[in-house]
């Protein structure tokens, strides 16, 4: 029996990659419920959404240029009208949903088992070429969301595909012109979801009729050939965070239940494991938790793949944890992504509306002395950019105000005493999305003011001289993921979202934990759904209360500050024993900069942003270096363990030659980067900015007998470096093998920009 499939298969493929979800999709509801499959067809906030954008946009169209419509909307256009309107004899130029369904097999799909359902392409577009000759046809797809996707560019393709087929098979070929680039029509930039207006991104179709040509003649038929009978499923399946929306979760879900002994559970509940790690780890037979967790070795098997090469031996220890429901401590001795001190602890959550591109809630707490001093939460009363900015600058200017109370608390106390304070978000994902949202209000007076204060936390170089108040010691935020990621393995599953990770350290004495409330539940996450989000948004009878929606946030808060207490009461145990867990070293707080938001202009403006920019580098390059060398090096930013062989001046230069490790034999550092440091790992000469210039250094290409030796490398420093006590120093001190190459930061465009802008503001009348 032959298996049928429509564009919404392509669609899905090439947006989960799922070979099992393909599979399953090729079954009738028959088979499934044979086998069985636990199959939950829900009606999905993203489909319905989509529906009524498309449903508006062709309202509007039908109005402004005529579409040919079907006779009711639950019915596609018959197959009568739609080979009229392929022949030209209908007067609209656009047709919805014209059902392209060929008689016989397409070529496309000839020497297979495989046939097309029907296939309905949102619209179609004939239009004459001006000056004559065929007409052309254009196919459209109508999106609600921000950004067109290759996923869904394959779906216009592959529609472009069985269209030819039709065509042909109409005797039609040499009637109209297939246009060579297709269409999405999607949420304008500055529109919303819930209007009638579109942004059109039109595309070359070349490169995906190629994917959807190999996908149909390959790898399509593949996977129709895998057996899934009662006992037996041999399709290859990953659990992740983009299975949320998919109907057969519950199904897929079953490996990995807590019903299950931990050992046997599938190793898809390992968090941080990719589908390319999973492929790999089968390959070596190793299919279960316990089976990952007795691994051995796996960094070092050839064939392991790049994923699983990287992050071998953390994938084991999380599988431990699983295994032995037991929270332990991961290879790497601490972080520096967080402060071992914070008197005053601000906590920010920020959820984010996909749709609308806008910030779903906002939440602010205040912590002193263990205990809540002030709260602030905001959900929007609407996706309008007004109700956004509102409840950005109600929770910000809370923020912005305690800051500038300690900020003038400690302006009057001795130097290295004050009140330390420090900023928590627990996803990095809700510190992009408040970055983002700022940049979105650049027109608005009041957070542009709030802008220039996020600038003053972070000090521009030229008007901070000490080395001590530099880099490292102003980084103003930690994402909480990140460090629990670093120094603990979890018996979490699948992700280290704030719902398992509080419900897990509250088994071993933290809490309170996040237990969300009834339609507040994700299994991957704990931010707000879009099924929360929308029905809000679009004023729905099923809405959540608005109070429910802040108790939540509330909830989150409560549970963030339980893990950041958690980690707070571990530092001192590690501290006790004299090899500490939080390395970030901070000053007590004061704001920098010589902004005055008070008095801003446009200038100002722009000097704020490319300094926010040029700081956002600066604290990325910063996270990256304060990892481990082993997961620098893995990375690719690292040349570890370096064993200096020779080193001299030769004329103008110094160089020092290495013998470099197999390990780091892979790095992508070569003689065309840029910013390099060289060093002996102290990161207190790492992860300080301004001792980079005593140390930067680059990598000469090869040359000679040496061209084609991966296991050496040549290092050029200036002979100023070279000859500098510091330098001489590191030569004296570090262990033949103890050198290491690093990425760092450096921004040369910056500073020139915001002088030539401060220098205009000079003129301004």
């Known amino acids: 029996m032959a298996r049928t499939f429509s564009g919404s298969t392509i669609k899905s493929w090439f947006q989960y990659r799922c070979e099992r979800k393909t599979r399953y999709e090729l079954f009738t509801d028959a088979e499934l419920d044979a086998v069985p499959v636990v199959k939950v067809v829900k009606e999905q906030s993203w489909a319905v959404l989509g529906n009524e954008f498309e449903q508006r946009v062709v309202a509007k169209l039908n109005r402004t240029d005529g579409v040919l419509l079907p006779s009711s909307p639950k019915h596609p256009l018959d197959e009568r009208l739609t080979a009229s309107f392929l022949r030209g004899q209908q007067a609209k130029p656009f047709a919805a949903q014209a059902n392209l369904t060929p008689r016989a097999q397409p070529s496309f799909l000839q020497g297979t088992d495989l046939a097309l359902k029907r296939n309905l392409p949102d619209l179609i577009r004939l239009a004459p070429l001006a000056g004559g000759g065929n007409p052309v046809l254009t196919i459209i797809d109508i999106k609600a969301t921000r950004r067109a996707t290759p996923f869904h560019k394959t779906q216009v393709a592959f529609y472009v595909r069985v269209l030819e087929a039709l065509l042909s098979e109409m005797g039609l070929s040499g009637h109209a012109r297939l246009d060579d680039h297709g269409e999405i029509w999607r949420i304008p930039d500055r529109g919303f979801a819930t209007g009638e207006d579109h942004q059109i991104e039109r595309f070359s179709l070349a490169p995906y009729l190629r994917m959807v040509d190999d ?155 263990g205990k809540s001093a002030r709260e602030k939460i905001e959900i929007p009363k609407s996706g309008s950019a007004e109700d956004e900015a509102a409840a950005m600058i109600a929770v910000l200017s809370a923020l912005i105000e305690d800051l500038t109370d300690i900020d003038l608390a400690n302006a009057g106390a001795p130097d290295g005493q004050g009140v330390f304070a420090h900023i928590f978000f627990y996803e990095p994902s809700e510190a992009t999305a408040l970055q983002n949202a700022l940049g979105r209000h650049l027109d608005n007076d009041i957070i542009r003011g709030g802008l220039l204060h996020l600038v003053r936390l972070f000090p521009p170089e030229d008007v901070v001289p000490e080395p001590e108040f530099r880099g490292v010691h102003h980084l103003p935020a930690t994402a909480v993921r990140s460090v629990i990621e670093q120094l603990f393995a979890l018996p979490v599953m699948v992700a280290n979202d704030l719902r398992q990770v509080s419900q897990a350290l509250e088994a071993a004495g933290a809490g309170p934990a996040y237990r969300p409330a009834e339609g507040f539940f994700r299994p991957f996450s704990s931010l707000l759904s879009i099924d929360v989000i929308r029905p809000i948004r679009e004023q729905k009878l099923d809405a959540k209360p608005l109070s429910a929606v802040r108790d939540d946030v509330a909830m989150r808060l409560d549970a963030l500050h339980g893990v950041i207490a958690w980690l707070y009461r571990q530092n001192e145990v590690a501290a006790a024993k004299g090899a500490p867990l939080l390395r970030l070293s901070k000053k007590p707080f004061r704001f920098h900069a010589t902004f005055d938001p008070l008095n801003a202009v446009d200038l100002d403006v722009l000097v704020a942003c490319e300094l926010l920019e040029n700081r956002a580098g600066l604290l990325e390059a910063l996270v990256n ?99 500098s006590p510091e330098f001489d120093a590191l030569l004296r001190t570090t262990p033949t093998d103890g050198w290491f190459i690093d990425q760092s930061f450096g921004d040369v465009n910056s500073d020139r920009a915001a002088r030539f802008l401060s220098n205009m503001a000079r003129y301004q009348p």
């Open 215 to 369: 996908f149909c003649a390959n790898i399509l038929p593949a996977i129709a050939k895998k057996v899934v009978a009662p006992s037996y499923d041999e399709t290859f399946f990953h659990l992740y965070f983009k299975c949320e929306q998919c109907d057969f979760i519950d199904h897929c879900r079953k490996s990995i239940s807590p019903e299950l002994p931990a050992e046997t559970r599938d190793v898809s509940a390992v968090p941080g494991l990719t589908h390319e790690a999973k492929r790999s780890l089968h390959k070596l037979d190793v299919r279960t938790v316990g089976a990952l967790s007795q691994a051995q070795g796996l960094a070092k098997v050839p064939g392991a793949g790049w994923s699983l090469t990287r992050k071998a031996p953390v994938l084991a220890e999380r599988a431990l944890a699983i295994s032995k429901n037991s929270i332990a401590r991961t290879q790497e001795e601490h972080t520096f992504l967080m402060p071992p001190r914070a008197d005053i602890i601000f906590l920010l959550s920020v959820d984010h509306d996909p749709v609308d591109d806008r910030i779903a809630a906002i939440g602010f707490r205040r912590i002193e002395a």
């Open 625 to 723: 270096l304060a990892q481990p060398a082993d997961r620098r090096r893995d990375a690719g930013r690292c040349m570890a363990g370096l064993s200096l062989n020779s080193h001299g001046l030769y004329g103008r230069t110094a160089i020092l030659r290495f013998k470099v490790p197999e390990a780091s034999r892979d790095s992508d550092l070569g003689p065309g980067s840029f910013n390099l440091i060289l060093t002996n790992d102290d990161p207190d000469l790492r992860l300080n900015p301004a001792n980079w210039r005593g140390v930067s250094c680059s990598i000469l290409a090869p040359s000679g007998d040496f061209e084609d030796r991966t296991d050496l490398v040549s290092v050029r420093i200036s002979p100023r470096i070279y000859q």
